[in-house]
Structure formats: C-alpha cells, structure tokens
Nanobody, 133 residues
Framework: QAQLVESGGGSVQAGGSLRLSCVVS???????????LGWVRQAPGSEREGVAI???????SYADSVKGRFIISQDSAKNTLYLQMNNLKPEDNGMYYC????????????????????????WGQGTQVTVAL
C-alpha cells in the first residue's frame, strides 16, 4: 500500500519561500505504465484544489493562481516530490497534500489530473502552510 509523507510546511511572511517535500513509498514505480504526482491544497472552509501536477515524463501543470511562483519537481531516484513555493501570498494559506495516480496502461496527463483531483489514488496526511502579512 502506498504511503506518502509530506514535510516542509511552516509559517512565513508574505513574499517569502517554502519548499515542500513528499516521499512516496510502497509502490514499485516500474510496475506501472505511467504516473502523476501532485500537490493539492485546502484552505479553511474551502474545497481541495489542485495546485501543481507532474507526470512521469516530467510534464507539468499548474493552477493559474500559482503559475510563475511555484515549481513542482521530482527526484525519481529518491521517490521524492517537491514543491518550491516563492513569493508566497496570504491566499496560499492552507493544508498542502501530496497525492499520486498510477496508470496500469496508457499515459497519465497532468492537465486531466489538475482539473479532477478525484483521479488521485493515494494521499498523504498533509502539511500546513501559513503565510502572514
């Protein structure tokens, strides 16, 4: 069973930066035709929304609200996903979740997963990001 463990959340002032990490274990990546990993956030009183997605071929997709500020990347050798968050704004506040979708056949399209986060198969417990003015 897959386990996703996030780290790197914290409190920062507006304009600051944070780097989130997520270690994925319990899956044999080579056993699947493709996969997508991503970050989803949930602000208090709001639904979860996709923030950034990366596919196994390193194709990426971003929510409009974070384009130009956030960068998603992966280290396949370490089974680790990252989210570099720059120029943070108060509206970036929330719980950030790492999530994974594994495909037994065919490609995983990052745009599709960004628009429908229900496609993710596995989720982490989340890490809190707080941005103060």
């Amino acid at each position: 069973q897959a386990q996703l463990v996030e780290s790197g959340g914290g409190s920062v002032q507006a304009g600051g930066s944070l780097r989130l990490s997520c270690v994925v274990s319990g899956y044999i990546f080579s056993g699947y035709s493709s996969y997508c990993l991503g970050w989803v956030r949930q602000a208090p009183g709001s639904e979860r929304e996709g923030v950034a997605i990366i596919a196994d071929d390193d194709t990426t997709s971003y929510a409009d609200s974070v384009k130009g500020r956030f960068i998603i990347s992966q280290d396949s050798a370490k089974n680790t996903l990252y989210l570099q968050m720059n120029n943070l704004k108060p509206e970036d506040n929330g719980m950030y979740y790492c999530a994974a979708r594994f495909m037994e056949e065919g490609p995983c399209y990052s745009d599709d997963v960004l628009e429908n986060i229900a496609l993710f198969h596995a989720w982490g417990q989340g890490t809190q990001v707080t941005v103060a003015l």
